[in-house]
């Protein structure tokens, strides 16, 4: 199960484990100890998940098992820290986890916690004396491996069979670190750097810290968005609802020891810049366009956070490692300027374009691009009858599209993470004449149904909505209600799944976030974890086991209450195995399709190795082949779209990693694509589908 936190780095945090760092409240030299406080605050928590949480689990022995395992595995989920001796001492927890919760006994917790400390500390002096020793430390001619991914490793032995651990996860940090051309004594002096950092925060520890990392063990065992804030938490999230700071415009998670982009902010200036993606690990930051880059692995989420923000206009460097370095280790430098994302850039746009139909005339397609579900409450609430919305926006951009004399029309929802559900509604509501839009569900089992109550349709014609992985929440509401009612056909890639719907609680000190409701289609169907399935489906580079509700640790299941009574708007379903079969002719004749597919399948390849090689001639192969097989698919794309050949694989990293991120890029192959569907469902059906 990963340990995973949140941070929007437009400017603030979503959610994190630990707190900001001050003084540590400490007994006997660094032991850190419950404050009395910290009680009556786990029970108030405790009360309120019980009572509002959408769902209901019983606080008992099986729950306490569950808790102990999810603290220990939050902690250590490398398993480089705990031995099996440290487990079997806290296994006298297994079955009083749940009264001392009931109880706000914290004792448990803080006992873990510091041994979690001690090991830490053990670990570090053991990787600084090893360095001690200079890279002759290692044999890198040796045959042996390291695990990836240790989370379903039993717990060490005993002490010796750590500090083997130990000694092969250092010999890969010195081997990654060569692999990028490092020299030794440059590889030395930034680990011993690496480490004597780690050690200097684990005493900024406080007890605050402990509590929100114990307290969040226990709410994700409900789901991964029901989290404790404690109060520097909650001023950050409030900045973060305020867009009050400059960043980069991405949402970053904490995994093991690393900063892990989750997604990007549509228009920010990572979008922007495009050369950040999902999955890419932040390794370091650097200020400025020639300043040191400051090592952040082992850093908590929010002081990695804290270094990327920066005033607007100034320049963070990005140390990233991308998903396919993951076996072998290397890195590179990209540059991003800072900036805050303002409404404006946010907004719907729109442009029209040209497709021919086999053998038959030119259709005009016009294409609106939504990055965001938007609205300017504040500006509304002042009576501004100019106030900018969604809804508003797009009802513009199709009244100018239709004096173009559009043939159909594509909604681009790729990479729209939500945002405000009633613009979901109401934009609904310019493709429908009236009738229900979503289902939303409370913890008490009440239904609420949420309509279109205007009889108006300002668009009747044919209509795709395009989506991706990252399309979310208020997107996955408007496309999964277009497919319902057979309006339109859904395109592209299974939808994040993020269908559950967040409170805030005051609880003293900090504050609750706490899921009470999940949203439902009008089929009856959840959009919660499975998402929207498209109607024809587009690959993908991200895999749905990284990114996603489904890849969360104790993501609300999906499931089905009854439907609602909605008058479906035609039949598609008898023309998508046509469609389907047309659009698999033209990708299997598309050199940007083979590219995606191909690329996604060398990624799955490097994602499957279970074992990292220590060997340097071993390692310095596997990366020259994987390098290769990069160059030459990106070529074959090229030679087919009549562009300059790439001579090596480091020209890949002048070209922006987002190829298709330019909003409206018209040369974007899905795009294109899908325009060509839409021409194609109109020549098939037109004469069957009614128009108003």
């Not at 060997?615 to 300059?644: C, F, I, P, T, W």
Request: net charge negative.
């Amino acid at each position: 199960m990963k340990k995973i936190a949140y941070f929007l780095v437009t400017i603030a945090v979503l959610a994190l484990p630990p707190s900001s760092f001050g003084k540590a409240a400490t007994l006997n030299h660094g032991i850190l100890a419950a404050e009395p406080k910290y009680s009556e605050t786990s029970k108030k928590i405790i009360d309120y998940i019980r009572l509002g949480h959408y769902q209901h689990l019983e606080i008992d022995d099986e729950f306490s098992t569950k808790m102990l395992d999810h603290y220990m595995e939050n902690l250590d989920r490398s398993r480089s820290y705990f031995t099996q001796a440290d487990a079997n001492e806290f296994a006298v927890y297994r079955d009083r986890l749940d009264d001392d919760l009931k109880n706000g006994d914290l004792t448990a917790a803080y006992r873990i916690f510091n041994r979690y400390l001690q090991r830490t500390r053990e670990r570090l002096e053991f990787m600084l004396s090893t360095l001690d020793q200079g890279t002759d430390a290692f044999d890198f001619d040796k045959t042996e491996s390291l695990r990836i991914d240790r989370d379903k490793e039993p717990w060490a032995a005993d002490k010796t069979e750590l500090e083997n651990l130990w000694h092969k996860q250092l010999k890969n940090a010195v081997l990654s670190m060569r692999l990028s051309e490092k020299q030794d004594q440059e590889i030395s002096e930034k680990l011993m750097s690496r480490y004597q950092t780690q050690m200097k925060r684990l005493e900024q520890f406080k007890t605050s810290d402990v509590f929100q990392i114990y307290m969040n063990a226990f709410t994700g065992l409900y789901d991964p968005h029901t989290r404790y804030f404690n109060p520097r938490t909650s001023e950050n999230f409030a900045i973060n609802m305020k867009l009050s700071l400059e960043g980069i415009g991405a949402v970053l998670q904490s995994e093991e020891e690393f900063t892990k982009v989750l997604r990007l902010v549509p228009a920010g200036p990572a979008d922007t810049q495009g050369q950040l993606k999902p999955t890419d690990r932040i390794v370091g930051v650097g200020q400025g366009a020639n300043g040191d880059i400051v090592d952040v692995v082992g850093w908590r989420l929010d002081d990695v956070v804290a270094l990327i923000r920066g005033p607007k206009g100034s320049i963070v460097q990005l140390e990233i490692m991308t998903a396919e370095a993951k076996t072998h280790g290397s890195s590179t430098i990209i540059s991003i300027t800072r900036d805050t994302v303002h409404l404006e850039e946010q907004a719907a746009k729109m442009d029209v374009l040209e497709v021919k139909g086999k053998g038959l005339a030119t259709s005009r397609i016009g294409i609106i691009d939504i990055p965001t579900f938007y609205s300017d409450y504040h500006a509304q609430q002042a009576g501004d009858p100019s106030y900018k919305s969604t809804t508003r926006d797009v009802r513009r951009l199709i009244s100018e599209l239709k004096q173009k004399h559009i043939d159909g029309l594509v909604i681009d929802l790729r990479n729209n993470s939500g945002g405000s559900l009633s613009e979901a509604v109401t934009m609904t509501g310019l493709f429908i004449k009236t009738g229900p839009t979503v289902q939303i569900r409370t913890a008490r089992g009440e239904t609420r149904v949420l309509e279109d109550r205007d009889p108006s349709q300002a668009y009747s014609g044919p209509l795709i909505v395009l989506v991706n992985r990252l399309s979310a929440s208020a997107s996955e509401i408007f496309a999964g209600a277009i497919q319902d009612y057979q309006r339109g056909i859904v395109v592209g890639n299974q939808t994040f799944g993020k269908g559950t719907v967040q409170s805030l609680q005051p609880v003293n000190p900090g504050q609750l976030k706490l899921t009470q409701s999940k949203f439902y289609r009008i089929s009856g169907g959840s959009t919660q974890n499975r998402g929207v399935i498209p109607d024809i489906a587009f690959p993908s580079l991200l895999d749905n086991s990284d990114i996603g509700e489904s890849a969360l640790p104790n993501a609300l299941p999906w499931d089905t209450i009854s439907t609602v009574y909605y008058r479906k708007y035609g039949d598609i379903k008898p023309w998508i195995d046509e469609l389907h079969q047309r659009h698999q002719n033209r990708a299997s004749q598309s050199a940007d399709f083979e590219y995606l597919v191909e690329t996604r399948k060398l990624r799955d390849t490097l994602k499957s190795k279970e074992l990292i090689s220590l060997n340097e001639s071993v390692r310095r192969e596997e990366k020259s082949h994987s390098a290769s097989d990069q160059l030459k698919l990106e070529n074959k794309r090229r030679a087919a779209a009549g562009k300059e050949l790439l001579k090596t694989h480091s020209d890949l990293k002048d070209e922006p990693t987002n190829q298709y991120g330019n909003r409206i890029d018209l040369e974007d192959p899905l795009l294109q694509e899908t325009t060509q569907i839409l021409v194609d469902y109109i020549n098939l059906a037109l004469p069957t589908v009614a128009h108003n």
